[in-house]
């Protein structure tokens, strides 16, 4: 598929007229191609029934629609085996399944989890549980000034605190910042560190490997990919994840049941207990096909330049303030800024009069926020369907709401 | 431009210059709100004479234009009202104050000085006297 005529994929951006949508939230979800609205609806006109259980030929054709998404996964990511491939409702749910497994079974009292500033609430929240419940103690790498993670910092925090546990984000929800994840791993592994990274913000932007950067861990979501809402993935070594107990019990997740005990189903099902959704599987594996049909370095490269673009068009706006890095090189298609004296929701609301989508607000990252003392920001959060006069309009748009509340 | 739009030039005007912005000494009452969407939070201080009359009013705080207009204008309207009037009032009151055209997303904004004055009327409100 070519990259410059992606957009007309997408039907949500087929009305016309004299304010056409400008979408900039796609950090925090994407738009989504007719052909994984058709496969969806499909599915459910033509092959609907429950998957595994069934004998009959339709179960069996959705059991197999189901599994083959699973391969695909495998491939995408280049997992060695299919059952390290975990299907959940989102990234947030695949953290949430490693947290609190790793804490049940791995952490002591005491032990240091190490995580960075820039992470989503997604990855703090859930550990400031656990460690309230199994006394860790969390540590928090310190960013830069123009938001990146300095690898000495780092290198030394985990010589320092000895952390059992490294979680960091692939890529900066708010920041655009592409972290060093491959090195950071290494080092963490040196110590014996278990290591996930958390790919939300990078799945549907750079090409995913396992094995580049050396993940024990990675979670991602559906819906930021140009999937379906309420599928994610959660890989996991299947060392790890053999050892790691289920985090929902239930039906399909066992292997026998009695009244004294059950045993559980071997991986990857043991992670899988309920019916599964088999239609937002079927519509993931569509979103994966339509991203390789693009190419992720196609698309790199394409967002790359759009990036650059948009860093040298926001300069022109007067009294903004941009976080995070300066250049393309390491950065994602994701720019936060304040304009003084403008709330951030103010912002966005004027915006929004004009077609044009931001998010406003600290993004699901408050530490981060803390950071550059400020409580909100404005977020644009472009992909590859974005285009450079739409920048143009939020820039000439911008400005004019900055002449407005002079 | 609409005359209800709520970025209209004399809101504006309001958040470039908030009436009653500040803090007092010795308020009879004082609440705070913090704005669950963006964090933003209002402190609203009253000073009320012996016949519940409200004689002072002050807010602070960090907030948006809408927020920050919408109690520049309450409290304006406050000044003067006795503390039984202000019980009676609703959100229909700031509505009517602002004269805008709000959405959903950013009622709460608009609503934030009423959230607030509720607290001070409500029965669990820091009565701070200094009689």
């Given at each position: 598929m070519n990259i410059n005529t992606v957009r007309k994929e997408f039907p949500i951006f087929q009305k016309r007229g004299a304010k056409p949508l400008a979408y900039f939230d796609n950090a925090a979800t994407t738009q989504k191609p007719k052909a994984i609205i058709d496969a969806m609806d499909k599915f459910y006109r033509v092959g609907n029934a429950p998957v595994h259980r069934g004998v009959y030929a339709l179960a069996e054709s959705a059991t197999e629609k189901y599994e083959n998404v699973r391969d695909h996964v495998k491939d995408f990511i280049r997992a060695k085996h299919r059952e390290e491939i975990i299907?959940?409702?989102?990234?947030?749910?695949?953290?949430?399944?490693?947290?609190?497994?790793?804490?049940?079974?791995?952490?002591?009292?005491?032990?240091?989890?190490?995580?960075?500033?820039?992470?989503?609430?997604?990855?703090?929240?859930?550990?400031?549980?656990?460690?309230?419940?199994?006394?860790?103690?969390?540590?928090?790498?310190?960013l830069t000034k123009d938001g990146r993670i300095d690898l000495d910092v780092f290198k030394k925090m985990l010589a320092k605190h000895k952390p059992k546990f490294v979680g960091?984000?692939?890529?900066?929800?708010?920041?655009?910042?592409?972290?060093?994840?491959?090195?950071?791993?290494?080092?963490?592994?040196?110590?014996?560190?278990?290591?996930?990274?958390?790919?939300?913000?990078?799945?549907?932007?750079?090409?995913?490997?396992?094995?580049?950067?050396?993940?024990?861990?990675?979670a991602f979501?559906?819906?930021?990919?140009?999937?379906?809402?309420?599928?994610?993935?959660?890989?996991?070594k299947r060392k790890l994840l053999e050892k790691l107990p289920p985090l929902m019990y239930g039906g399909h997740m066992?292997?026998?049941?009695?009244?004294?005990?059950?045993?559980?189903?071997?991986?990857?099902?043991?992670?899988?207990?309920?019916?599964?959704?088999?239609?937002?599987?079927?519509?993931?594996?569509?979103?994966?096909?339509?991203?390789?049909?693009?190419?992720?370095?196609?698309?790199?490269?394409?967002?790359?330049?759009?990036?650059?673009?948009?860093?040298?068009?926001?300069?022109?706006?007067?009294?903004?303030?941009?976080?995070?890095?300066?250049?393309?090189?390491?950065?994602?298609?994701?720019?936060?800024?304040?304009?003084?004296?403008?709330?951030?929701?103010?912002?966005?609301?004027?915006?929004?009069r004009e077609g044009i989508a931001v998010r406003a607000g600290h993004h699901c990252a408050q530490i981060l926020h803390?950071?550059?003392?400020?409580?909100?920001?404005?977020?644009?959060?472009?992909?590859?369907?974005?285009?450079?006069?739409?920048?143009?309009?939020?820039?000439?748009?911008?400005?004019?709401?900055?002449?407005?509340?002079? | 431009?609409?005359?209800?739009?709520?970025?209209?030039?004399?809101?504006?005007?309001?958040?470039?210059?908030?009436?009653?912005?500040?803090?007092?000494k010795n308020p009879t009452y004082e609440a705070e709100a913090i704005h669950p969407l963006c964090g933003d939070s209002i402190l609203l201080q009253l000073k009320v004479n012996p016949k519940g009359v409200v004689t002072q009013v002050r807010f602070s705080g960090s907030g948006c234009a809408i927020s920050t207009a919408s109690s520049s204008i309450f409290t304006e309207w406050m000044l003067g009202k006795t503390v039984k009037k202000l019980k009676t009032v609703g959100t229909g009151q700031i509505q009517k104050l602002m004269r805008a055209q709000?959405?959903?997303?950013?009622?709460?904004?608009?609503l934030l000085s009423h959230v607030v004055l509720q607290k001070i009327l409500s029965a669990d409100a820091s009565f701070v006297s200094r009689d």
């Open positions: 299907f959940t409702s989102g990234a947030t749910a695949s953290i949430n399944m490693v947290v609190s497994g790793l804490a049940e079974t791995f952490l002591r009292e005491g032990d240091h989890i190490l995580l960075s500033d820039m992470e989503h609430h997604a990855m703090i929240v859930p550990w400031q549980a656990a460690a309230k419940r199994k006394k860790l103690k969390l540590n928090f790498i310190p960091v984000t692939h890529v900066s929800n708010v920041l655009g910042t592409v972290n060093p994840v491959r090195e950071m791993a290494a080092a963490a592994h040196k110590i014996g560190a278990i290591v996930l990274v958390d790919a939300a913000q990078s799945a549907a932007h750079l090409p995913i490997d396992v094995r580049k950067p050396d993940c024990d861990f990675l979501s559906g819906h930021k990919m140009y999937g379906p809402n309420g599928i994610g993935i959660l890989y996991g066992i292997e026998q049941v009695t009244r004294e005990k059950t045993t559980y189903a071997p991986l990857p099902d043991k992670f899988e207990g309920g019916t599964p959704p088999v239609a937002e599987v079927i519509g993931l594996g569509v979103a994966i096909s339509f991203l390789q049909s693009v190419g992720l370095k196609t698309i790199q490269k394409h967002e790359e330049k759009l990036t650059a673009y948009a860093l040298r068009a926001l300069k022109d706006v007067p009294n903004i303030s941009l976080l995070g890095p300066t250049t393309a090189k390491g950065r994602a298609p994701v720019f936060s800024f304040t304009i003084a004296g403008i709330h951030p929701h103010d912002i966005a609301t004027l915006l929004d803390e950071n550059f003392s400020l409580d909100a920001s404005v977020r644009v959060s472009l992909c590859f369907y974005n285009t450079v006069s739409e920048i143009d309009r939020l820039v000439s748009a911008l400005s004019a709401i900055v002449k407005k509340f002079q | 431009m609409n005359e209800n739009d709520i970025y209209r030039e004399e809101i504006l005007e309001h958040y470039r210059h908030p009436q009653n912005f500040g803090t007092m709000i959405g959903p997303a950013r009622l709460p904004c608009m």
